[in-house]
Every structure is written in structure tokens, then in C-alpha cells.
């Protein structure tokens, strides 16, 4: 019984990771989507196997989970006082249970079940590269079938709303963005964002995969081409920084690494330029990149984006002590009678709005506490969780989409990681 289960926990797992780019995609409706679905069967046979085999795998419960414990605990305490017998409240609170229950906390469970911590690691590497690689050649097809042919492969893929199927971005007035197997393309650029670093360490890095030098460059340029159409500038603001405060964390690394292979990111860094001069030459890259950048600042979405967090500072200054402490409930802007124009679209501001400081002050502890037991992996692969893990929650100021389970599957591949850092391979 304990052998079946175990293989039925690795297949689903599995399945979990080739499903996670589908937070649109193939959906049910806009919740119930096939991460979701998965996930749910995941949550389950952890409980089996609580009910079965009494004890937790060793090295699963730490401070992140009584962290996730007290966050959930805000949650249902502002849901009952704020929006119980609110449908929208509801649904806000069961997404909120969902992402820190379903793909934090059954996937470390997950993860700490499964034997051999090397293997696991290599699987869940490849997996995600395997998954990159199929949401990188669709999205790419996307882009060129849009580009050459005006031609939308999305009017053919089921997605949960009529404004999902008919959703055509714009990027300056020129093309269409891709946005992949998610709703927005900016959602396909934090995934992106989350699972690149691990897919570039997987790759180059880690000593892990054996496919030869010029198929590895091939998936590398073919997901960053995914992320050039998706027109995001989030990479433009996000990952600079990223790179600063990762060399100020690994500088010692970045130093060695540099003096063995100054040659090769020389050559690297000429090829590199070589490139961006030719397509600044054929397709005025550099005006390209710049007019999208600055063009966000003067789009409907960007004053749309300020109205947004106006309306938070506005209102949250007028709250009284309580609300201030643990907000005004999940779907917080239905509760006080507005329509979607005045939902939060930062996680931070939305946190803090829903679910008061109390619920921002976990939150924030839970995402710092990550990177503490990143810095202390002392591993290659520790610079490449920081980056993806730093860039993302950069990126959440961006965006308020905790329901998605890219940021989450990594945060809780990260502890793993960290747990049994003395048993990794040397070359990691």
C-alpha cells in the first residue's frame, strides 16, 4: 500500500509541474484551474497519508509553517468578521487557503515524503526545463503566428471567460503580446522570472543534464525569445536589482567564478553585445526596448495601476484601529461596495487592505524568512533561488496574483533544498 501510494504521490507530482504554466488555459472557470485540480489531489493524499502513517516526514514542519498557520488564521479571523455570508469574500478566502495550504504546504509536504533528496532534485530541475521549454514553444508560436500571419492560436485554446478567449494586448500599437498559458502576459513573464534561473542552473550550472552544448543554448534563447514577446517591462525594473543585491549576497562566489571563466564571460558578454548591435542596427532594438518601457508610463493600464493604489492610502488611512490590524475581509473592495475597478492589484497594498498589518507583517516575515534559509545553503544553486525568489517578490509589487503556484512550488522547492543541502552532489 505504502509502494502505491509513494508511486501515485511521484506521478502527480509530476503531472503538478507540467501543469503549473495552465493558470488560464484549459481552466474550468477562473479558479478552478488544472494546478488547482492537481494540487487538490496532492492535498488529499497528504491527509491519506497522515491518516495511515501518524507522523510528518522528517525536516517538513519548521517557523515557515507556523508562519503559514498564523496567516491562515487572519484570514478566516477577517473573513468572519468582515464578509462571512459574502459569496466574493468566500471565493477570495478559499483562493487564500488554496495558494498556502494546497501549493506551499502540500508541495513541501510532497517534496519531504519523496526518498532521496538528489533524485528529487534532479526531477523536479528537469521537470520544470521540460515544462519551460513547452510554455516557451507555444508562446513563441503565438507571437510569430500573431506577428507574420494575424493569426490568434488562443481563439482555439478553451479559456474560462469570453474576456479571457478575446483578450488582445497591445504593445506599442505594433504587435500582439503573447501571454502563453496564462491570462495576461505579464503573468507569463513572472512565471518566467520564477522558473528561468532554476532552468539556466539546471542547464549550465549544475552538472545535472547531459544534452549537448548547442541544445542547451537552443532552450535557453527559445524561452528568452517567450519572455521578449511577452513586451513585459518587469524584467527591465525587476531583475537589475535582483542582480545587484545578488552580487552584494555572493560576491565571494561571483568572484571565483569569474576569475576560473573570466574568459568565457568575456566572450559571452561580446557575443551578447554583438547580438543586441546587429538587431539595434536591423530593428532599432534600443528604441524598441525604451519606447515600450516609457510607454507604460503613459498608457490607460499605468493610470488605471495609480488610481488603484490611491484608492488603498486613501481608505486605509480612514480605518479604525481593528480594520487596521486585520482589514477589511478577502475581496475587501466588494465589501465596501465598489466593482472590480477598485481591486488591488499589488499583493502588498492587497494584503494590507484585506487582511491589515497583521496579515502584511506575516506575509512579509514568511517571504524573509525564505531568503534567510536561502543564504544558507552555502551552494551553487542557492544564487539561482535567490534570484528567482528576490525577482518575485519584486514583481508581487507589481502584481497581487498569490493564487498563482509558480512563487509558491519554488519557495517550498527552496527549504527542500536547504534541508538537505550537506547530502547534495558536490558539483551543485
Known amino acids: 500500500m505504502n509502494n502505491r501510494l509513494e508511486a501515485l504521490t511521484r506521478w502527480l507530482f509530476l503531472i503538478f509541474i507540467y501543469v503549473m504554466p495552465f493558470t488560464n488555459a484549459f481552466a474550468i472557470t477562473g479558479t478552478i484551474t488544472l494546478p488547482v485540480i492537481v494540487g487538490i489531489l496532492l492535498f488529499f493524499i497528504m491527509l491519506i497519508k497522515l491518516i495511515l502513517y501518524p507522523g510528518i516526514p522528517k525536516g517538513f514542519f519548521g517557523f515557515d509553517l507556523i508562519l503559514v498557520a498564523c496567516f491562515i488564521s487572519v484570514v478566516l479571523i477577517s473573513y468572519c468578521i468582515n464578509g462571512l455570508g459574502n459569496a466574493k469574500s468566500l471565493n477570495h478566502t478559499i483562493a487564500y487557503s488554496t495558494a498556502f495550504l494546497v501549493f506551499y504546504t502540500t508541495i513541501k ?21 521540460i515544462t519551460c521549454i513547452i510554455s516557451g514553444v507555444f508562446t513563441d508560436i503565438e507571437f510569430m503566428l500573431n506577428l507574420l500571419f494575424h493569426f490568434n492560436i488562443n481563439d482555439f485554446i478553451p479559456r474560462p471567460t469570453a474576456e479571457d478567449m478575446f483578450y488582445y494586448p497591445n504593445g506599442l500599437d505594433m504587435f500582439i503580446r503573447a501571454r502563453g498559458f496564462a491570462s495576461e502576459s505579464g503573468h507569463y513573464a513572472f512565471m518566467v522570472e520564477l522558473f528561468g534561473p532554476l532552468v539556466a542552473y539546471y542547464l549550465y550550472f549544475s552538472g545535472l543534464c547531459n544534452w549537448k552544448k548547442w541544445l542547451k543554448n537552443f532552450v535557453f534563447i527559445l524561452i528568452g525569445f517567450s519572455l521578449v514577446f511577452t513586451l513585459s517591462t518587469s524584467p527591465l525594473i525587476v531583475w537589475p536589482i535582483t542582480a545587484v543585491a545578488c552580487v552584494l549576497f555572493f560576491h565571494k562566489a561571483f568572484y571565483n567564478y569569474l576569475k576560473k571563466r573570466l574568459l568565457t564571460v568575456l566572450v559571452t558578454s561580446m557575443v551578447i553585445g554583438l547580438i543586441f548591435l546587429l538587431l539595434n542596427y536591423y530593428f532599432s532594438a534600443q528604441e524598441f526596448i525604451l519606447g515600450n518601457f516609457l510607454g507604460k508610463f503613459q498608457t490607460n493600464s499605468y493610470y488605471d495601476r495609480m488610481n488603484r493604489n490611491n484608492f488603498f492610502f486613501e481608505h486605509f488611512a480612514r480605518f ?109
Open 320 to 428: 479604525d484601529l481593528i480594520h487596521k490590524l486585520i482589514g477589511v475581509g478577502p475581496a475587501g473592495y466588494s465589501l465596501l461596495g465598489f466593482d472590480m475597478t477598485r481591486a488591488l492589484i499589488t499583493l502588498y497594498y492587497n494584503t494590507a487592505f484585506e487582511l491589515g498589518i497583521l496579515g502584511l507583517t506575516i506575509l512579509v516575515l514568511f517571504l524573509a524568512y525564505g531568503l534567510i534559509k536561502i543564504l544558507q545553503i552555502k551552494k551553487t544553486i542557492a544564487i539561482f533561488l535567490f534570484i528567482s525568489l528576490v525577482g518575485a517578490a519584486l514583481h508581487y509589487y507589481i502584481i497581487s496574483n498569490y493564487w498563482f503556484p509558480w512563487y509558491w512550488f519554488v519557495l517550498a522547492f527552496a527549504f527542500f533544498v536547504e534541508k538537505n543541502k550537506n547530502q547534495l552532489e558536490s558539483k551543485s
Open 109 to 129: 509536504f510532497t517534496l519531504f515524503s519523496l526518498k532521496d533528496a538528489n533524485k528529487t532534485i534532479k526531477t523536479v530541475l528537469h521537470a520544470i526545463t
